[in-house]
């Protein structure tokens, strides 16, 4: 059985980072298969991940509708074959994860039929591992659209003010409304300054009915990776970060 972890929440609240170094735990302690999924068009997983990117589903599905309308043979495969191919093509296999990059979503142009087979294509490769961890874009709407997988685990991240918490709430009723089924939703509260949360932010978390699950600490380290372009998961083993997101990964969904 697959387990699907989502990562969403407001822009800039530490989703990639918060991404990069779940993956990172489950590949160092040799959970099983990992596939790391960037559902942010923008795509910076690889770059939080060190790892570098080539090709994107959205480029596989634009090269193909280029082939299709031009009338080019897709080298004796048939449409279905061709897309599961390139899309094979377009996993960056690592040591302890791969990682596949959603790209830009389709355009106005585009041709649904491409988009459901690479979605089916993109959901059957997913089944082949043990965990699927989906980075997401700023919003949820984007949950629903690129994958029909279900969640299991929706990690919700905010930052430490009033308007994230209510950013955080609203991710988490948009949920309910999805066509994607959802199993546990979690608030992280990230870049956390001190051991605990203001008076009133804990009072906006009880009012938006979120489940905070933990916090994790402001590191001037994190920030310092990232103006130096490094990837996230070189931050030291001992860092707080890193421990603070480990307990709360083996406090929720019966310990991952
Ligand atoms: N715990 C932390 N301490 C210090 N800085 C952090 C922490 N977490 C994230 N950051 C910094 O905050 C910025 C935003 O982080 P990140 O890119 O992970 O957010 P995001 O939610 O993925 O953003 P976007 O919505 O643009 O995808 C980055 O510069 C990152 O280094
Ligand atoms: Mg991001």
Redesign the pocket.
Same mark, same amino acid.
């Given at each position: 059985m697959t387990k699907t972890i989502a990562v969403a929440?407001?822009?800039?609240?530490?989703?990639?980072?918060?991404s990069a170094l779940v993956i990172d735990y489950l590949a160092r302690n040799k959970k099983g298969a990992i596939l790391a999924i960037d559902a !942010?068009p923008?795509t *910076?997983l690889n770059l939080?991940l060190g790892v570098p990117l080539d090709d994107t589903v959205g480029d596989v599905r634009e090269e193909t509708a280029t082939a299709v309308g031009g009338g080019q043979a897709l080298g004796g495969l048939s449409k279905w074959d061709y897309l599961d191919f390139r899309i094979n093509e377009a996993l960056v296999e690592e040591k302890g994860f791969d990682l596949l990059a959603m790209g830009r979503p389709e355009g106005p142009g585009c041709y649904c039929a491409a988009n459901n087979i690479l979605r089916t294509s993109v959901d059957r490769l997913s089944d082949a591992y043990d965990y699927v961890v989906i !980075?997401n874009?700023?919003g949820l709407e984007h949950l629903s659209r690129r994958t029909t997988r279900d969640v299991d685990l929706l990690l919700v991240?905010s930052d430490p003010t009033l308007r994230g918490i209510i950013a955080a709430g609203r991710v988490a009723e948009v949920v309910d409304e999805l066509k994607t089924d959802v199993g546990d939703v979690y608030l992280i509260v *990230?870049?956390v300054v001190g051991d605990r949360l203001s008076e009133p932010l804990m009072k906006a978390i009880e009012e938006q009915n979120l489940n905070l699950v933990g916090l994790?600490?402001? !590191?001037?380290a994190? *920030?310092e990776? !990232?103006a130096l372009g490094e990837p996230?998961i070189r931050l030291p083993e001992d860092a707080l970060?890193r421990r603070s997101l480990e307990a709360i990964l083996q406090s929720v969904n019966g310990g991952l």
């Open positions: 929440g407001k822009g800039g609240t530490g989703k990639t980072t918060i !942010d923008s *910076n939080a !980075d874009e700023a991240v *990230n870049r994790i600490p402001a !590191d001037p994190v *920030n990776l !990232d996230i970060v």
